[in-house]
């Protein structure tokens, strides 16, 4: 049994939510929960859970707030899931930080979704460090972030977002390659990441590609066009997207 508790300032949410996880999965058990920053400190403390449901907004304070003191006593030992109206810039933080986040009002299949998120990581030996990670662009107040976490199989793992070549869609998965290291298989969509990543440089060239237009090497129109990547990969071009590839190369 996954022990859990749950934090946030709605009693009316405490309790809808409770009532779901009983429903709809017995591995999660709820066994504690608060309302503010220093009764959650004092949860995780009491509890020591595996799972933390946490509100953004707490009635004296953010769950960001209770995640830094929690920091400041030491290493944080728990997986969060962030429970939120959607907040952008939140979302984004999370989708880099391999958080997993439930929306307000929540929605039943995005919660099954998250069950099965937690029931996969929940006994992966993690060091925890993108949770740090989370707090340290929440802090900074950045939008360009430079690092992403990826959850795998094995863990989770911190990588320079520069040194991503390109993903490639392999049915609900995605495969990275980077830079220096082997290829890295993550159980979401590349649609996911074309979301989070199009601002930092990369295009979706394929239904099954997306690449970093940073490693780009050549373009070659013949064959039906396709791109060699530093790496000396070929990556076919969609029809759809050949113009606009072409427009970008020539603002590189």
Known sequence: MIKAILIDDDHHLRTGLKALLER???????????????????????????VIFLDIHLSDGTGFDMLEKLSDQGKIK???????????????????????????????????????????VVNQNSSFEHIDLLL?????????????????????????????????????????????????????????????????????????????LSYLKSYIRSDGGYVIMSDNTTIPIAQSKKEKLQELIRTL
């Open 24 to 50: 709809y999965t017995d591995d999660i058990a709820i066994i504690g929960e608060a309302e503010s920053v220093k009764t959650g400190i004092e949860a995780v403390q009491k509890y020591k859970p595996q």
């Open 78 to 120: 728990a997986h969060i899931v962030f429970i939120t109206a959607h907040e952008q810039y939140a979302v984004k933080a999370f989708k880099f930080s391999a958080l997993d986040f439930i929306l307000k009002p929540v929605d039943f299949e995005e919660l099954q979704h998250t069950i099965g998120k937690i029931k996969e």
């Open 136 to 212: 340290e662009n929440i802090r900074k107040k950045v939008d360009n972030f430079k690092r992403i976490a990826l959850s795998t199989s094995d863990g989770i793992h911190l990588f320079d977002v520069a040194d991503i070549i390109r993903c490639e869609a392999k049915v609900n998965y995605t495969q990275f390659y980077i830079k220096n290291h082997k290829p890295v298989l993550i159980s979401r969509t590349l649609k996911e990441y074309e979301e989070i990543l199009s601002e930092h440089g990369f295009e979706r060239v394929h239904q099954s590609h997306l690449i970093n």
